[in-house]
């Protein structure tokens, strides 16, 4: 996007020392005049105060809707770009978390945007939604294209994500919040605690075991990553300034690739086989209607044949007993 928050996000927070825990997160400076909230990203979510945050990103849906955004994907760039303007109005952040800060926003604002329209489609026109959007909006969620794609996304959200048998995915954070896991996660670690720790902590069991191999398998990737990057550096500097927060991201955006690829080969699969499904249906009838229409000829053949034998014998019998009767030759009154 071209507003870049590194020209507009005033004076950045002072990073933490690794000794400190960073329990003070989003704190604004004091040293700026500007109003804005000091945000950062622990675990994948805003913090702090992220539901003041998902809130201010909803409201700025009702500002402006584009006819073709009845789902975020399909949301024109121009729109998507007034909404991540009106976030940078509000927010500022370190400049170094740019790339981490808008791959959130974008996470959320999608999770948001199809919450919000879930909650509109169910109701009347809201009254900020003009009506040829509406419009627009609903003859597409009307059409077969859209409740197909329904129908898919409704069976992924029941899916067993770590692989069949593992159930939904899940975590071990229990009823606390996020932002309550990292701050006691900072303090146990006596350091600022980055998003791989904060995963490890959601998604591991007591015994240390991962609560399914979705997340194994990300653990596994983070430490096949960092080891990668350790071995290649040569300055210790490097090694302690290590960026596992990219690193992080990096892993679970490829995840998130592969989970669209996959789901793009699922949503192909079930048409060729909905179409394999059609093709044989029709097959069938055909095959159905074919041997209807040959008994039904038969039928009226064979009742044509008896017919005409019928026809035949009844005008033989007709000419026999109307035929006039010879005199025979031997009687008196020849």
Do not use: C
Request: proline share 5%.
């Amino acid at each position: 996007m071209s507003d870049s928050p590194s020209s507009v996000a005033g004076v950045p927070r002072t990073p933490t020392t690794p000794s400190t825990p960073d329990i003070s997160i989003g704190s604004t400076s004091g040293s700026s005049s500007s109003s804005r909230l000091v945000i950062s990203v622990v675990g994948e979510k805003f913090v702090p105060n992220g539901h003041s945050i998902s809130k201010s990103i909803t409201e700025t849906f009702k500002e402006r809707q584009d006819a073709t955004g009845y789902s975020w994907k399909d949301v024109s760039e121009s729109t998507r770009k007034f909404y991540w303007h009106e976030f940078v109005k509000l927010y500022q952040w370190n400049p170094s978390e740019t790339t981490v800060i808008e791959h959130t926003w974008g996470k959320v604002a999608s999770t948001l945007y199809s919450k919000k329209l879930h909650r509109w489609r169910k109701r009347p026109r809201p009254t900020f939604v003009p009506e040829d959007v509406w419009e627009s909006w609903k003859t597409y969620w009307a059409s077969d294209k859209w409740l197909e794609k329904s129908r898919i996304a409704t069976r992924n959200r029941h899916s067993e994500t770590g692989g069949p048998g593992t159930g939904p995915s899940k975590h071990t954070g229990g009823s606390k919040s996020t932002v309550k896991h990292t701050i006691k996660l900072a303090i146990d670690l006596r350091r600022p605690a980055n998003s791989w720790d904060v995963f490890k902590k959601l998604h591991k069991r007591k015994d240390g075991s991962f609560v399914d191999p979705k997340s194994k398998s990300i653990n596994d990737e983070m430490e096949a990553r960092v080891a990668a990057a350790i071995s290649s550096s040569d300055d210790s500097q490097e090694v302690q300034e290590l960026d596992v927060n990219s690193i992080y991201l990096d892993v679970v955006t490829d995840r998130a690739a592969d989970q669209e690829r996959i789901k793009l080969l699922e949503e192909e699969m079930l048409r060729m086989k909905e179409n394999q499904e059609r093709i044989l249906q029709e097959r069938v009838e055909a095959e159905v209607q074919q041997r209807v229409e040959k008994e039904v000829s038969d039928r009226f053949k064979s009742m044509e044949d008896r017919w005409s034998h019928m026809m035949s014998v009844m005008g033989l019998s007709s000419r026999s007993s109307g035929s006039p009767t010879l005199p025979n030759r031997d009687s008196p009154n020849a």
